[in-house]
C-alpha cells in the first residue's frame, strides 16, 4: 500500500473481487436498516424535557437529516471517485494515508460494528419480552445474530434477499404505525406550527445538544461505502442510494416523532425511554406494547442484517491488502467472507455474554466521529490537492455542504471530549494502537515475499 506518485495511495484493485451483484435497491435497503435502529424510539422523550414544542422538536429531526445529508453528498464524491468496499478503510486511506485508512478499519474491524450488532441484538432480547413474556432475552439476542449470520455466510444472493424483505417489512410496519397514530390516534393539544418561542428553543444549548443524539440516530447514513464493489455500476448507484436511503429515514423519523407528539400527552412523554410503548398504549389501548415491541423486533433484525453484511467487508479488504491478515480476505463460492463474518460474529457474542458492548460503544463514538470528520476533509483536501482527478460524481453544494456537516460533527466531537474526556481518551487509544500495529505490520511485510491473492474456498 505505497503511495504513488499522485500522492494518493495505489491499491491492489478498485474494485472487490467477489463481482458486483448488488443491486442499488438492496443497497438502498442496506442504508435505511442500517440507520433505523432503537434511536428514534428512545429520544424523543429526553428531548421534550427542556424543548416542549413540537415544530422545535420535528425541526431538530429534521436538521439532523439535512446534515446526515450534507455527509452523503461527500461520501458520494469519494466513493465514486475510489469505488472499492471497506467504507473509511478505503476513503481515508486514498485521501491521506494508508497508515490512516488502517486506523479507521482497525476500529472498525474490531468493535466499530460488533458493538452495535450486540447493542441491537440486546435490545431485540428486551422488546422481544413483549411477545416472548418467557423467552430470556440473552438467548433472543444470540440466536438472532447467529440466525442472521447463517444468512450472511450462505452467500451475497441469499444476503441481499433476506437484507430486502427484511427492510421492506420494517419500512412497511413504520408506515402502518404512522397511519394508525394519525388516523385512529386521539389528537394531543400540541401545536406543529411555528410560534415566537421556537426561536429561543432552536438557538438554545439544549438544541445543540439534543442535535449530537439526533445524529447518532442518523448515523448508518454512508453504510453503503462498505460494500461497494459487491454494487452494480458503484460510481452511480452508491452516491444513489446513500441519498435515497438517507430520504426515507428523514421523512420516517419526522412522522414517528409527530405521531408520538400526536398521540400521547408531552407529560406523560417527557423522561421516559420507551416513547414508542407509550404512544403505542394510546393508540391500541393494551395491546399498544406488544404490537410497538413486535415492530421494533421487526426492525431490528434488519439493522442487524445490514451490520453484519457491511462489517466484515472492512477486515476483508484490509485481508486483501495485508498478508498478515489474508485469511479474512478468504470468500466462499457465494462470495461471503466467512471468516470475517465469523470473526465479527464472535466478537459480539463475546460482547453479549459479557455486556461490554456498552462500555465499548461509549470510547469508540469519539473515534468514529473523527474518522468522518476526516473523510469529509477529504474531499476538500482532494478538490484542492488533485484538483483534476476524475470525479464521476461530484459532492452537491460544495464547499458548503461539506462544511455544515465539519461544523456540527466538529460539534459532537467537542461535546464528547467535554462531556466524556475519559472514554474520548479510550477511543484514541485504540486508534493510536491501531496505528501501532499498522507499522509492525508493515515492518513484517517488507521482510516477507508477497503472499499470493486470496482464494476463494
Not at 431485540?124 to 440466525?147: H, I, N, Q, R, T
Not at 462489517?311 to 471468516?339: C, I, K, N, Q, W
Request: glycine share 10%; aromatic share 12%; net charge neutral.
Amino acid at each position: 500500500m505505497a503511495a504513488s506518485e499522485t500522492g494518493t495511495p495505489a491499491w491492489p484493485g478498485s474494485l472487490s473481487s467477489s463481482g458486483s451483484t448488488v443491486s442499488v435497491l438492496v443497497a438502498v435497503a442496506i442504508v435505511v436498516a442500517d440507520m433505523v435502529g432503537v434511536g428514534v424510539f428512545t429520544s424523543l422523550g429526553f428531548q421534550v424535557n427542556d424543548i416542549p414544542s413540537g415544530f422545535s422538536i420535528l425541526l431538530l429531526w429534521a436538521v439532523g437529516g439535512i446534515v446526515a445529508l450534507c455527509g452523503v453528498f461527500s461520501y458520494g464524491e469519494l466513493g465514486a471517485m475510489f469505488p472499492r468496499s471497506s467504507g473509511e478503510y478505503n476513503l481515508l486511506g486514498r485521501a491521506y494515508h494508508p497508515a490512516f485508512g488502517f486506523v479507521a478499519g482497525w476500529v472498525s474491524a474490531t468493535v466499530g460494528f460488533a458493538a452495535p450488532v450486540a447493542l441491537a441484538a440486546m435490545a431485540f432480547g428486551e422488546y422481544g419480552k413483549s411477545v416472548l413474556p418467557d423467552a430470556p432475552p440473552l438467548m433472543l439476542a444470540v440466536g438472532v445474530v447467529w440466525l442472521v449470520s447463517l444468512v450472511q455466510l450462505a452467500g451475497i444472493r441469499h444476503s441481499s434477499t433476506f437484507q430486502l424483505i427484511a427492510t421492506i417489512l420494517k419500512v412497511v410496519l413504520i408506515v402502518a404505525f404512522l397511519v394508525c397514530g394519525f388516523v385512529i390516534g386521539t389528537a394531543q393539544p400540541i401545536s406543529f406550527a411555528p410560534s415566537a418561542s421556537d426561536f429561543t428553543h432552536i438557538i438554545s444549548a439544549p438544541f445543540a445538544i439534543s442535535l449530537v443524539f439526533v445524529m447518532y440516530s442518523f448515523s448508518g447514513w454512508n453504510a453503503a461505502t462498505y460494500i461497494i464493489g459487491e454494487v452494480r455500476l458503484p460510481e452511480r448507484n452508491v452516491p444513489r442510494a446513500m441519498l435515497i436511503g438517507t430520504l426515507i429515514v428523514l421523512v420516517l423519523y419526522v412522522a414517528l416523532n409527530a405521531v408520538f407528539l400526536h398521540t400521547a400527552p408531552i407529560d406523560k412523554l417527557a423522561g421516559q425511554l420507551d416513547v414508542a410503548r407509550i404512544s403505542g398504549s394510546y393508540i391500541f389501548g393494551e395491546l399498544g406494547g406488544r404490537i410497538v415491541g413486535a415492530m421494533i423486533c421487526v426492525g431490528l433484525i434488519s439493522s442487524i442484517s445490514a451490520m453484519m453484511w457491511i462489517g466484515p467487508r472492512v477486515m476483508m479488504t484490509m485481508g486483501e491488502d495485508l498478508p498478515v491478515l489474508r485469511t479474512f480476505a478468504r470468500r466462499s463460492t457465494g462470495g461471503a467472507p466467512a471468516h470475517a463474518i465469523l470473526f465479527q460474529l464472535t466478537v459480539a457474542s463475546l460482547m453479549l455474554f459479557t455486556r461490554s458492548f456498552e462500555a465499548v460503544l461509549d470510547f469508540i463514538q469519539f473515534a468514529l466521529l473523527f474518522c468522518s470528520f476526516f473523510t469529509v476533509l477529504g474531499v476538500i483536501k482532494l478538490r484542492i490537492t488533485h484538483p483534476d482527478m476524475p470525479r464521476p460524481y461530484r459532492a452537491w453544494g460544495y464547499p458548503l455542504t461539506p462544511v455544515v456537516f465539519l461544523l456540527v460533527t466538529g460539534f459532537m466531537m467537542y461535546y464528547l471530549l467535554t462531556e466524556r474526556p475519559l472514554q474520548s481518551l479510550l477511543g484514541l487509544l485504540i486508534m493510536f494502537s491501531g496505528l501501532l500495529i499498522y507499522a509492525v505490520f508493515r515492518k513484517r511485510e517488507d521482510h516477507v515475499p508477497a503472499a499470493a491473492s486470496p482464494s476463494r474456498e
